[in-house]
């Protein structure tokens, strides 16, 4: 009886990057059932990874730490094929530690002789030129699959459950890793407002508590006079995740939590404003792209289109947003 084929994955980039790295590991599991596929993942992704049912095992990755245990096992796997998703030097060496028969890289990222030299095949794929799920996609060399790329565990959904939280609710959040994506917090309490009085929901705030959010937040808190329920500070990654997959509605900017709406095909109203939305919006039928500086809904996307301020997005926007996606899903 043959061996068992081993795959390692290497994706060591933000949350956002990983959880649109998903697809492709469905798609990896879709081509080869039987195959056990293992990933690298920054420790703060691990427990999201876990819900990808198409992984075997995890791996886990410190910055600034030995990682002994995980060089170890990138070295004594006896892997058939490396696929490394985030093209840095680190991921390059990892790969090349792997030994694989086929040690994937991206061509754009393999621009020096020593991490060339890591790699067996490279991806002529253009990150400007695809969405970021196909580009990942496009490193495996598998189509998209309709496999579910997360899956949470039962307990989880539980915990949602018993949590207080039975209501039809929107999720709010807010917030971003990077500043400039930030929309005003002002703007934010008028929406919330809104979903509350007149949308008729309960609406859930969640988000981070580093400090580019912090100050954001806070001062969203101090604008709103409805109640809601904050959550923001409170929460893990996974357990935004089970808050997300049983919300009616997610709002916010560019950020995971919009890639985990994504994900779960929620209806979800993202707001682009720096980064450009062909490479990270989402793709389900239940989502309005809303751009800076465009009156409506996005519908046309240019790889090469350029950012704008996010304060050109009006609350009459998405406020108008909201209308119509509910109209459409009435």
Known sequence: MPARERILLVQLKRIGDFILTAPAIAALRAAKPDAEIVAIVPANVAELARCIPALDRILTYRQSKPNARTWLSAAAGSWDACFDFTGTDRSAFITRLSRAQVRA????????????AAYTTLCDASVRDLHTIDFHLALTGQPATTAPAFTLPEQLKHWRKTSGITTRYAVVHPGTARAEKLWPPARWAAVIEH????????????????????????????????PVTDLSGKLSVIETAAIIEGSQLALGVDSMAM????????????????????????RHDRALVLGAGHPEPMTRFD????????????????????????????
Request: proline share 6%.
């Open 195 to 226: 979903l509350v009085h007149a949308a008729g929901l309960q609406v859930i705030i969640t988000g981070s508590d580093d400090s580019i959010e912090r100050p954001h937040l806070a001062e969203l808190r101090g604008a709103l006079k409805t």
């Open 259 to 282: 890639h985990l709406a994504a994900m779960f095909q929620r209806p979800q109203i993202v707001l682009f404003g720096p980064t450009n939305p062909f490479h990270w919006r989402p």
């Open 303 to 330: 790889p090469r289109a350029r950012g704008a301020e996010m304060n050109l997005i009006s609350t009459a926007q998405v406020m108008d947003a909201i209308a119509s996606l509910r109209q459409r899903l009435d």
């Open 105 to 116: 890289g991206y061509q754009k990222f393999a621009d020096k002789k020593t991490k060339a």
